[in-house]
């Protein structure tokens, strides 16, 4: 269940009997966006793959329909980078999904805080919200 499938079911059983509406809302509406947004993507589907020039040059990127990701990337190490993207972020989603209402539960330590703070920067960064 999504946090906005949560709120919308705390709404129903009227746990928000004395709350601003008006603030409920606009909790509810963000949740609304940012779930639309993360069900949206806007790269290219993986799975990406290495290609080399023919001549030597730089290594590219192709995505799985064959079309030019990258051009470029300076060493194999970045190109190797670039092309495991698309499932680093389904990795990093996962994690979001599955693990991200634990972020702030005071069993955690500094080394857990830390790992979640490093996921929700790195799905922001790629959401462009950052």
């Known amino acids: 269940m999504t946090t906005l499938e949560r709120l919308d ?3 129903k059983r009227g746990v928000f009997y004395d709350c601003d509406w008006e603030t409920l809302k606009a909790v509810r509406d ?3 966006k940012r779930a639309a947004m993360t069900s949206e993507s806007k790269h290219t589907a993986g799975p990406w793959r290495i290609e080399s020039q023919p ?3 730089p290594p590219f990127i192709r995505s799985a329909d064959d079309k030019t990701v990258c ?3 300076r060493t194999i190490a970045d190109a190797r980078l670039i092309a495991s993207a698309p ?3 389904e990795a990093l989603e ?3 999904k599955h ?3 634990l972020h702030d539960n005071e069993w955690l330590n500094d080394e857990c805080r830390h ?3 490093l996921a929700r920067n790195a799905l922001s960064r790629v959401r462009g919200e950052t």
């Open 115 to 117: 790992c979640f703070k």
């Open 71 to 73: 051009v470029g990337a």
């Open 99 to 101: 693990f991200g209402p």
């Open 55 to 57: 001549y030597g040059g």
């Open 87 to 89: 499932e680093l972020l």
């Open 9 to 11: 079911a705390l709404i």
């Open 30 to 32: 963000e949740l609304a």
């Open 94 to 96: 996962a994690f979001a």
